[in-house]
């Protein structure tokens, strides 16, 4: 039935057959490391494949140097590497071309740049960017202050009872006076699936642009820019198998065109006088200074290793395993499971226990060798929509499988035993 095989795929990731619950200070080497670790945290952060450490050990130990502005053999090596690292991502998510894909930390950074760089010269008094009520801290703080230092005004699209985005709303919301239409994909907190397209084709009859924060739907499921008509798409290597320090920002090509860069400096220059100074040619223009060489390779090999895999059947395996959880919590009266129903969901489930605090969840689950993530997930004005303060948040990957979900089921059974 799971498409994955979940066997196959857990050699290539020596860390899931830890044992957890020793002393922190000597991972895993702790006399109480007994519980074998079940990782279900990885909307937080996946786990790294061997193909993904070695194209980084390749790297430091073959050719590590810089890029763009080196003649000699190894500088050229990194460059060509780093530069079809674009490429391949640039094909991964059905973008045009390199000129597209711009290297930057993570999802954040991009939505800051994009925000910076359009929003600062482009917002002003009368302008209007929507969100939806359920718009990570990344994408909501961000905007939010770019409106304050221009006038822009913020809305917000209603999140239904069902934890499904209110499309009458949103075609409410959205007229001439939208500029910016910026949306998660995938909802970190209530594993909605945004009609992006929908939004897209709204924002686009209005002459807005739509900005997707994919951080949770790229490493999840095929995501292709031209079938959404992203103008903008955001994502981050370390929740798709990649290292941390890298995320992507796509942008069409004619819209970063016309945009200014975000940072100055180095490597982002044609030339420079001491007056004035232009730009290089995208993506370039916008990754000014030594730019994310290691991690950029090490994210071609993570979207090589996905699409091995083939994200259709990540999609699936997602799907099967959220609905699993889904029907196994449901199971308990106590629990509330928010968002909507298990089998219309990206692959997470957050919940709370009645009357006991994620945190306190947690380190039970903890106690259990099972690792999730309890707080507000950096959806703070969602919880409080919800009218709690955190939940507790079971994500899962191409190396989980249900035998964990069980394990979490019996973990969170035993909470309920314990503060019954
Ligand atoms: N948006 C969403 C939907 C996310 O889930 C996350 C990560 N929790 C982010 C943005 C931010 O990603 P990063 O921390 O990698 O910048």
């Known amino acids: 039935q799971y498409p994955i095989d979940v066997d196959a795929i857990r050699e290539d990731f020596p860390i899931l057959d830890r044992q957890v619950g020793g002393d922190i200070e000597t991972p895993g080497e702790g006399p109480d490391d007994t519980r074998p670790l079940v990782y279900l945290d990885n909307a937080a952060t996946s786990q790294t494949p061997k193909p993904v450490v070695e194209s980084i050990v390749d790297y430091y130990y073959g050719y590590n140097s810089n890029v763009h502005r080196g003649i000699h053999h190894l500088s050229q090596e990194a460059s060509v590497a780093y530069e079809a690292a674009h490429d391949r991502v640039a094909e991964f998510i059905g973008a045009e071309g390199r000129e597209e894909i711009v290297f930057t930390k993570n999802t954040t950074e991009a939505l800051n740049l994009v925000a910076y760089a359009w929003g600062l010269a482009e917002l002003g008094p009368g302008d209007t960017v929507v969100l939806t009520e359920m718009e990570h801290h990344a994408s909501l703080v961000t905007w939010q202050q770019i409106a304050k230092k221009t006038g822009a005004s913020v809305e917000y699209i209603r999140v239904d009872d069902d934890g499904r985005l209110d499309m009458e709303h949103a075609a409410e919301l959205i007229d001439d006076s939208t500029a910016m239409v910026s949306s998660v994909h995938v909802s970190n907190t209530l594993g ?14 209005h002459d807005a642009y739509v900005f997707v924060d994919g951080a949770q739907s790229v490493p999840t499921r095929p995501v292709d820019v031209g079938e959404i008509d992203a103008d903008f798409l955001a994502f981050s290597g370390h929740k798709m198998l990649g290292p941390t320090g890298i995320g992507v920002l796509y942008g069409k090509e004619h819209i970063l065109e016309a945009m200014q860069p975000y940072l100055y400096g180095g490597e982002m220059i044609r030339s420079v006088t001491y007056e004035d100074s232009t730009w290089e040619d995208l993506p370039w223009k916008f990754e000014a200074g030594t730019p994310v060489i290691a991690q950029g390779i090490a994210l071609h090999a993570a979207v090589d290793y996905l699409d091995e895999i083939g994200m259709d059947r990540v999609q699936e395996h997602e799907e099967l395993l959220a609905e699993y959880a889904y029907d196994r919590l449901s199971e308990f009266d106590d629990v509330e499971i928010y968002g909507p129903p298990g089998d219309d969901r990206g692959g997470l489930v957050a919940f709370n226990l009645d009357g006991v605090h994620a945190h306190d969840l947690s380190s039970i689950l903890n106690d259990h060798g099972v690792a999730i993530r309890a707080g507000d997930h950096c959806t703070q004005p969602l919880h409080d929509k919800l009218g709690v303060a955190a939940s507790t948040r079971a994500s899962f990957y191409v ?21 019954a």
């Open 192 to 205: 909605t699936v945004v009609p992006v397209s929908d939004l897209a084709d709204l924002a686009h009859e």
């Open 399 to 419: 190396y989980n499988e249900k035998s964990e979900i069980d394990a979490l089921v019996d973990a969170v059974d035993d909470a309920r035993q314990l503060f």
